[in-house]
């Protein structure tokens, strides 16, 4: 495999994968013929498929064993930064989702192929080059951080577009007949969260489903509104009845911080 390119048309870090002990009993009771082909066109079996970050861990474990028994410790060292690698992107990615776990084999055949390309090179530096390569090995690089962003764009979801009116009420609906606040929420504007349900229950409503503006009757000002005008339509600035006292004194201390604010600054 030392003549042979870690990556995609070469020899990747899954051919090293451990095979378990049924599968080594299974490989050595046979006894088939091998031929070993060294010819120009010969190209390395099919790697194992790697869907989690255990099998990828496992094949570098698998190569770490083979080089601690025939290399000198420092050049087993690219591994272990290759083991801190996936088991950082491991952290971050609970789930193992396919589109990373992928994208990570690819990152680790790469640098496996930067970094052991120069064990083969005939420079006097091929040393300070492989040095520098393993440097390289890194979780917290920009390189790598532009390329998880990539994925993510590329598998985000399309956000659904914002809608801004309530639930739509069909007469015809074969369903239980409504009652009269179901009735009043389907004409009355969507109200921005916020507004407990014990509050939004106080809320008194005219005719139409028209109600008042609380940030309004608050103390502070709708924007865009003027006095006598909301600038939302359904709700006013004129109330004929009296607010509840609890709907008066949550507006209060919810709205009424605006204009006190704009007070202070003037």
Known sequence: TSAARFGRYGVSIMHYHRANRAAQLAAGSSDANFNLDFGINASPPPAPPCDTYFNLLCAIQGLTTFANSQWHEVMARPLCRLREFV??????????TPARVERTLHEVNH??????????????????????AASRIDFGTVAWAMALQAIHIATAAPAAPARRSGPSCNPNTQTARPTQRAEADCVQPMRPGGLPASVRALIPRAAGGVEPCLRFFGGGMCFGGT????AIEGRTHMSPDDLPPALVAFITKKYGRHRQSTRQRN
């Not at 088991?87 to 193992?96: E, K, L």
């Not at 006095?227 to 909301?230: A, K, L, T, W």
């Open 111 to 132: 640098h496996l192929g930067a970094v052991y390309v120069h064990l083969s090179s005939d420079s006097p530096f091929w040393w300070r080059e492989f040095s520098a």
């Open 87 to 96: 088991v950082a992107n491991m952290d971050v990615d609970p789930p193992h």
């Open 227 to 230: 006095r006598d005008q909301c």
